[in-house]
């Protein structure tokens, strides 16, 4: 056997990058997308994009996202092969830290081709190192869904102080389903998670204005939601209920309003995001009509 080549591209070599002989059935390739489209956005750099190589073939490869202002990967979401060990040893040699993500069409598991193809990708994470941490379901509204009723049980103000939005997020991060949530918390603590969901939604290219803190008609906070802007879509970039809330539907409110408050400002689509084990949110979604467009699986470092 030849020896395998591994580096970074070069700019112009897309077509590289997409030559191998790949049946698009997971990833990427299951939401229509193309790696030159995205890195025609600046989402991705030939220095953040490895391929490994047998006599000139692809026979790996894997692609590090951003958004276009980063100085540093914030995600591993391309990753693609015909021979494991190589995608293991690509993985391996890539100078990137970054979580994993494998997008996944609903009901993978009932084709025996698209499990093989996201167990062969989950193997070659394993041996890299990763570690899997939580299914998750993503989901997209568009106008044909119709609008979320509004239940009208909450008041919903906008909020320009940060430690009055930190504040929501440490209240709320206590007992969260979110498995985010709870990792960052366990390796971090209360105070320095709810940070990293605050710089995450400042990093958002939408206006901070946008957001709302929910409270009921007497007063007493319910939590926060936050619908914002990716570098791809409209989002719904955070719902956050306080433990003492809890139990009474809230999330679908916080949700509606959201969708509502993107709706209103021109977006013709919402995607979003849940763990498959937080049964509430997941509730809230499809009261909501948000249908699951795919699902995906998130690997952590370590």
């Known amino acids: 056997m030849t020896d395998l080549v591994i580096r970074p591209l070069v700019a112009g ?18 939401a229509g997308e193309r790696y030159a489209d995205r890195a025609a956005l600046g989402q991705y750099r030939p220095e953040w994009t490895w391929v490994a190589l047998r006599d000139g073939t692809v026979v790996a490869r894997a692609a590090w996202w951003a958004g276009p202002e980063d100085t540093a990967p914030r995600a591993l979401d391309w990753l693609d092969f015909t021979d494991l060990d190589a995608a293991v040893q690509l993985l391996r040699a ?8 494998l997008l996944l069409p609903p009901g993978w598991r009932d084709s025996p081709a698209v499990r093989r193809a996201a167990e062969d990708r989950i193997t070659a994470a394993g041996l890299a190192g990763l570690t899997l941490l939580v299914e998750r379901y993503r989901y997209r509204w568009t106008p044909d869904c119709g609008l979320p009723e509004r239940p009208g049980r909450l ?7 940060d430690q009055v939005i930190l504040d929501v997020f440490r209240r709320a991060h206590q007992g969260s ?25 400042r990093w958002m290219p939408s206006p901070r204005g946008w957001w709302r803190i929910a409270y009921t008609p007497g007063g007493d906070l319910v939590g926060l939601t936050a619908p914002c802007r990716n570098y791809s879509d409209p989002i719904i970039g955070y719902i956050a209920v306080v433990p003492e809330q809890r139990g009474h539907g809230y999330a679908y409110d916080l949700l509606a ?38 699902h995906r699986i998130d690997f952590i470092i370590g």
């Open 155 to 161: 008041d919903f103000r906008p909020e320009p102080d």
């Open 13 to 30: 070599e897309e077509a590289l990058f997409e030559s191998l002989n790949d049946p698009g059935l997971v990833g990427f390739a299951v």
């Open 94 to 101: 890539a100078p990137l830290r970054a979580d994993y993500s």
């Open 257 to 294: 309003e959201a969708t509502h408050l993107l709706a209103g400002a021109g977006a013709d689509r919402v995607v979003a995001a849940t763990d498959v084990t937080n049964l509430p949110m997941a509730g809230a979604f499809a009261k909501a009509g948000y249908p699951v467009i795919q």
């Open 177 to 201: 389903l979110d498995e985010h949530a709870r990792r960052a918390i366990a390796e971090s603590g209360l105070d320095a998670a709810a940070q990293v969901e605050l710089d995450v939604l």
